[in-house]
C-alpha cells in the first residue's frame, strides 16, 4: 500500500517535497516511481529510483529541477520539486516496480502499486 502526500498550491519559482508512505511488504525491493497527470491528458512518467537509491532517473521536462530519494528504514520515497513551473501543476502518484531498467520505468503497466495521488497546483 502506497500513502502520497505533500502536494499543494504554490507560486511559480516556488518548491515542494512529496512523500510517498510504502506499507504491506518489502520496500527495499521495489524501484519506485513518481507520475504526474494534468486535468485531460495521460499519466506520464516524472522520475524513478532504483531498490537501494543508488540509480534514478527523471523525465526530460524535470531534470534539474526535481530530486527523487528513498529513505529505506522508513520505507518512504520523496520527490523533491525546486522552481517549480505551472506546466508542473497535476496529481502527482507514486508506484511501485518490482524490477528496475530502462525499458521499464516510463510504462505505468509495469508498476504494481499504486498511491492514491496528491495534487499539486503552481500558480503563475
Known amino acids: 500500500q502506497l500513502q502520497a502526500s505533500g502536494g499543494g498550491l504554490v507560486q511559480a519559482g516556488g518548491s515542494l517535497r512529496l512523500s510517498c508512505a510504502f506499507s504491506?511488504?518489502?520496500?527495499?525491493?521495489?524501484?519506485m516511481g513518481w507520475f504526474r497527470q494534468a486535468p485531460g491528458t495521460k499519466r506520464e512518467f516524472v522520475a524513478v529510483i532504483s531498490w537501494s537509491g543508488g540509480s534514478s532517473n527523471y523525465a526530460d521536462a524535470v531534470k534539474g529541477r526535481f530530486t527523487i530519494s528513498r529513505d529505506n528504514a522508513k520505507n518512504t520515497v520523496y520527490l523533491t520539486m525546486n522552481n517549480l513551473k505551472p506546466e508542473d501543476t497535476g496529481i502527482y502518484y507514486c508506484?511501485?516496480?518490482?524490477?528496475?531498467?530502462?525499458?521499464?520505468?516510463?510504462?505505468?503497466?509495469?508498476?504494481?502499486?499504486w498511491g492514491q495521488g496528491t495534487l499539486v497546483t503552481v500558480s503563475s
Open positions: 508506484a511501485a516496480d518490482p524490477q528496475y531498467g530502462s525499458s521499464r520505468y516510463p510504462n505505468t503497466e509495469n508498476y504494481k502499486f
Open positions: 504491506g511488504g518489502t520496500f527495499s525491493t521495489y524501484a
